[in-house]
Structure formats: C-alpha cells, structure tokens
C-alpha cells in the first residue's frame, strides 16, 4: 500500500462546477497537509497549506484535513476554464521530517 | 522577486553519462531539496540540503549526489545515468520559520537519457 493514494482521474467538469479532490494516507504521523498544482510542463504551485485536522479557506478554494479517518479534500466553487491542471496533494511528517510525500496527482479539465 | 530558477530548461544525455542541474533558490530561502517526477507520477524526495549539508535523504541510490553553495544555489548530479533516470527534476526552496516551513517548487528541468 503507498503512502499516499489519489485517484489520477481524468475529472472532466463543466465550467462553474463545483470540484471535489482527495487523498487518502496510511502515515499516522503525517501533520502538515498541502495541495499543489501543476499546469503541464510547469513546477508545481503551493495552493493550500494546512496544519493537522480541520478547514481552511482561500477564496474559492477550501481545504479539509480528518485525521481520524486519513483522508484530505480539496474544494473549488465555480470552477474556471483556468482550473485546468493536475492538482497535487503533499504531506509531511513532524519536527525532523522535511520531505514531502506526494500522491500520484488528478488531472481536472473544466469544459466553457 | 525572483521565484526558484533552474537550468538548464531540458537535457538530453545517453546512457552511463553524468548530468549536472542547477537550482538558484527563492530570495530570502536557505534550504533547497530536489524531487524527481517521472511521467504521470508525483514528485518523489531525494534529498534536501541546508547550511551546504545533506540534511534528509529519500530513496534514491549513492549515483544521486548534491551540493548546496554559501549563496544557498545548489546542484544536483547524476552519475552512470540510466534509462528510467529519464524525468522531470524539480527544486523547491523553503525557509524554516518556526515550524512552519513551506517548499516552492522551480519549473524544473526535463532531462531524457537515450
């Protein structure tokens, strides 16, 4: 089992849907909960930052963490044409741990 | 301000050959750690280097070494590359404040080894 599991879609949506992305992980020491994107042929871009359990919310974005079931969603409203990516999650451990652990990526169209 | 930098964009080496990437950090960032993303895949550690050491290192064998500069730049080489060292090489550079630290990832360099 990785550990890390995103489902690598394709997710094709009309434009101002709303979105839902996850990942699930087997890591119960992973703390620090992240999602990038990745526009081809680009680096990835941090979208979301979060720590430990919880919601957090960036505009049209929202980012939930259950640590009880291991589970990470990321949320966009109204999604734009623009949105088109492979969405990224990350997580990393506590003090001592600087790596990232990624999963495999989803990659959303929106159609206008 | 400048975001992460790398070169070179793309590469082509054949197989046995060494290659060499460089990585020029985020303004004001001292860490810099290197991830490997092969096609359809999420980017995978290999290590990260602070105060010019290698401080955390993934899986990845002794033909992947690195070296980080006094002005934070860094540079990752491959030695007696081989065909599935083919893939994407990305730099993320961060800076630890209290425990919060967060990596900003560079465009990367595409390398193919034939």
């Known amino acids: 089992q990785k550990e890390v599991e995103q489902d690598p879609g394709p997710l094709s949506v009309p434009e101002g849907a709303i979105v839902s992305l996850n990942c699930t992980y087997s890591n119960s020491a992973f703390q620090y909960f992240m999602w990038y994107r990745q526009y081809s042929r680009k680096g990835p871009e941090l979208l979301m930052y979060?720590?430990?359990?919880g919601n957090k919310e960036d505009g049209r974005f929202t980012a939930q963490v259950d640590k009880s079931s291991k589970y990470i969603s990321l949320f966009i409203r109204d999604s734009q044409p623009s949105d088109s990516a492979t969405y990224l999650c990350?997580?990393?451990?506590?003090?001592?741990?600087?790596?990232?652990?990624f999963g495999k990526g989803t990659k959303l169209s929106v159609i206008p | 301000d400048a975001g992460v930098t790398q070169s070179p964009t793309h590469l082509i080496k054949t197989r046995g050959q060494q290659v060499t990437l460089r990585c020029s950090p985020k303004s004001g960032h001292d860490t810099v750690s290197w991830y490997q993303q092969a096609l359809g895949q999420g980017p995978q550690f290999i290590f990260q280097?602070?105060?010019?050491?290698?401080?955390q290192r993934g899986n990845f064998p002794d033909r992947f070494s690195g070296h980080q500069f006094p002005n934070y730049s860094s540079e990752l080489n491959v030695n007696a590359l081989l065909l599935g060292d083919s893939a994407l090489y990305l730099c993320a550079s961060s800076l630890l404040a209290g425990v919060v630290e967060t990596q900003y990832f560079g465009p990367g360099t595409r390398l193919l080894v034939l």
């Open positions: 979060t720590y430990s359990s």
């Open positions: 990350a997580m990393k451990s506590g003090a001592g741990s600087y790596q990232l652990t």
């Open positions: 280097y602070y105060e010019e050491e290698e401080r």
